[in-house]
């Protein structure tokens, strides 16, 4: 099988793309980040820490004033007691944060009444009685709920501790943090020993509690595992959880998500134990992790990849810790107009110090660039590859997906794609199907559908064989392999990233070439897209692209079933899809769809016999779990292999108030594919004659020059890749 070397090219030059500080940090792009971003000095009008600093005052005087009553656990996520455990955790950490901030004692007495309350009763507590089936709690359904607890009340403690008598600080040490620790930690050992998200948080909980009532053997515990062998624990968990980049393996929704327990706990091993560095373990990982997080968003949103909730993003409390904490240790004035996109502060004197920087006017733009995040402990498994059009973080955006499968939260989707621009997801991925602390929905867990449509490789923009998912849908197959990568390549007038997957399918390799193309011929970049499966036996492939927005003109001769929909198949995700309407490809398949204010299109050079399939998620589901959403399917069957050349333009201009619309037609008249014996070469023709070519190679090699025979004339070019302008500048 061919090998594709994994070299990351910029201009020719390689390029590392790990480092995470003003010093460190890759400059694919050059300074990017929007112009509405920066942080105005004199004209800052938006939420300080101060306001948030009040707000929690006058919240805690509210319950102040009200009886501490601590419910039996009974309901799972969303229902009443589990909300009323997590309001009462935010009472007890900001009560003790506010008395450390203002040393106003009345909110340590309050955040000692809410401990004393539980230590009353936490040791009365047997498992919850809605408990999940794997690591349930006692006060929570999960130990997970039970650590987020215990890190609020650690943290708490260590602030208020000073202002209690003998008699009640024994009493909290005693039934409540050490009761709760040792649950989490002996009485849990499949959790606290896992390497996992789990595991993170259940270390940083014992840990933090460890240097609050000052007992070291919790502390070695967290470090080092139960039995302090270093084989497991959280020092463990910083080696093993994230890339050499800073990427974290079951992606950015869960990086986010285990980034509060990293960077907490490592606040207090610097401050407690600086000798062990932990700001510096790993070249600095957790401040690349900061910024990784912070990268893997659009419009202020997570990239929805694997098991994610798509309305997450950098707002959320512990990304707003993570850029408090990563502002402290770097002064990177970047991270202040990320701080005013997140427009809430926490209470924290790292916190403070970010608001009054931003009052001050001391912002910058935030550097987001085009980059590729490898994957895996090494970086060997696989990588995020993130293509940015501009300096302005809402213009057009790739994501590749060439990641490893991401444990249990991952989705079978390898080699699929994301597209951004303007604001918006235009082509989208599912993401997670789960309505977070709905009680009414399956009690908040994810849904049934998540495993049988979310996860499959048809709910996503990647290549489905045989309308069998990746792996054949087995998470412990997908967690053994991932894409070999290709060149990451970054150029003034192009961006491209390459991987392929031989062991997704038994006898099928899938090739992705992903680019995105400045040229003349175009109002704005374009991104041409080559899908191809080699094999050479009989297959269904089927190339799914969920568009988000409203279809106004197609090439095609659709035959709509208007009156009868039936689901486009009975499994694998398939018996989730209304077919909606089919139509004959011929050679070349052109859709075109509005989305707000602009047009985009997808024209496809396809294999003979192509037929495209028109779906809308929601077949089988009488309980309206899913989202309708719409997509295209290009369905071709072969005996050789099937290779799908798509060109997705952005263009136009719609404006319904002012009532005019320009350019609503896509300027693509034909694509066509080419192969030589080294490469590959695809060539765009628009409407007005222009030419535009993008040459291929099998081989990564830097200087083996390449030749194809287009229409009778030989295109050459050495090395990877080759942009052919139309007009005609190299």
């Avoid at 809430?344 to 970010?354: D, G, I, N």
């Avoid at 390799?509 to 193309?517: E, G, K, S």
């Avoid at 495209?612 to 071709?636: H, K, M, T, W, Y």
Wanted: net charge negative; proline share 5%; aromatic share 10%.
């Amino acid at each position: 099988m061919r090998k594709l070397s994994s070299l990351i090219i910029a201009g020719g030059v390689s390029l590392t793309v790990a480092g995470c500080q003003p010093s460190q940090s890759p400059t694919a792009q050059g300074s990017v980040g929007s112009k509405k971003a920066n942080v105005a000095a004199s004209s800052y009008q938006g939420p300080t820490f101060e306001d948030d600093l009040n707000a929690a005052k006058v919240q805690l005087e509210a319950q102040m004033k009200l009886p501490i009553t601590v419910p039996v656990p009974k309901d799972p996520g969303g229902g009443y007691t589990h909300e009323k455990h997590k309001q009462y955790a935010t009472l007890i950490y900001n009560a003790g944060q506010i008395y450390k901030l203002t040393g106003e004692k009345q909110y340590a007495d309050y955040a000692g009444k809410l401990m004393l309350a539980y230590a009353k009763v936490y040791p009365s507590w047997a498992l919850h009685p809605a408990k999940k089936e794997q690591s349930p709690g006692r006060m929570f359904w999960q130990n997970l709920n039970e650590s987020m607890w215990l890190l609020n009340a650690a943290q708490s403690y260590a602030a208020i501790k000073d202002t209690l008598t003998q008699e009640q600080r024994d009493l909290i040490e005693t039934d409540l943090l050490r009761n709760m620790s040792d649950f989490l930690s002996d009485g849990s050992p499949e959790t606290f020993n896992k390497v996992h998200n789990h595991g993170t948080w259940a270390t940083a909980a014992v840990g933090l509690t460890g240097y609050a009532i000052g007992d070291d053997e919790y502390v070695q515990q967290a470090l080092l595992g139960l039995d302090k062998s270093g084989d497991a624990g959280f020092l463990k968990q910083m080696d093993k959880l994230f890339s050499p980049d800073g990427y974290y393996n079951e992606g950015p929704y869960y990086q986010r998500f285990a980034l509060m327990p990293f960077v907490i706990f490592a606040q207090e091993v610097q401050k407690n134990n600086p000798e062990l560095k932990i700001f510096e373990k790993r070249d600095g990982i957790l401040r690349k992790a900061i910024y990784t997080t912070i990268q893997q968003n659009y419009g202020g949103l997570f990239f929805p990849i694997n098991d994610a909730i798509k309305e997450k993003g950098i707002k959320t409390r512990e990304l707003v810790h993570g850029v408090a904490i990563a502002y402290d240790l770097t002064g990177d004035k970047g991270l202040l107009s990320i701080g005013k996109a997140q427009g809430r502060f926490m209470l924290t004197p790292e916190s403070r110090k970010l608001s009054q920087d931003i009052v001050a006017g001391k912002g910058e733009p935030f550097n987001y660039r085009t980059m590729r995040l490898g994957d895996g402990e090494d970086g060997t498994e696989g990588a995020l590859d993130i293509i940015r059009a501009s300096e302005d973080p809402d213009d057009l955006v790739i994501v590749a997906k060439n990641t490893s499968q991401g444990l249990g939260h991952g989705h079978f989707d390898k080699m699929g794609i994301l597209v951004y621009d303007a604001g918006y997801e235009i082509l989208r991925d599912y993401a997670a199907a789960r309505f977070l602390n709905v009680e009414a929905k399956y009690g908040g867990h994810y849904l049934p559908e998540n495993n049988k449509f979310a996860k499959q490789t048809i709910a996503h923009n990647a290549l489905v064989v045989d309308e069998t998912s990746h792996f054949g849908g087995s998470t412990v197959l997908g967690n053994q392999h991932s894409p070999e990568l290709g060149t990451f390549y970054v150029s003034d007038g192009l961006k491209i990233t390459s991987a392929e997957i031989s062991t997704a399918y038994d006898d099928v390799r899938m090739v992705r070439n992903v680019a995105m193309i400045d040229d003349p011929a175009f109002t704005r970049p374009v991104i041409i897209d080559v899908m191809t499966g080699h094999a050479d036996t009989p297959h269904q492939y089927d190339l799914p692209f969920y568009y988000n927005g409203h279809i106004v003109d197609t090439n095609l001769d659709i035959e709509a079933d208007t009156l009868i929909r039936k689901p486009l198949g009975t499994a694998n995700g398939y018996q989730y899809l209304w077919k909606v309407g089919e139509a004959d490809a011929g050679e070349t398949s052109q859709i075109t769809w509005l989305l707000d204010r602009s047009f985009y299109s997808v024209t496809t050079a396809v294999p003979e016999n192509t037929k495209v399939l028109f779906a809308e998620i929601g077949a089988n589901d009488p309980d309206f779990n899913l989202r309708n959403e719409p997509a295209f399917i290009l369905r071709a069957t072969t005996t050789n292999g099937a290779r799908f050349v798509s060109v997705i333009e952005p263009h136009g201009d719609y404006n319904p108030t002012v009532e005019y619309t320009i350019g609503s037609h896509s300027q693509v008249a034909d694509v066509k594919h080419f192969a030589g014996d080294s490469a590959d070469y695809v060539r765009i023709e628009t409407k007005t004659g222009a030419i535009v070519g993008l040459g291929i190679a099998k081989s990564m090699t830097e200087d083996q020059a390449h030749s194809v025979s287009v229409d009778g004339q030989d295109m050459v070019w050495t090395g990877p890749y080759k942009v052919f302008h139309s007009n005609g500048e190299p």
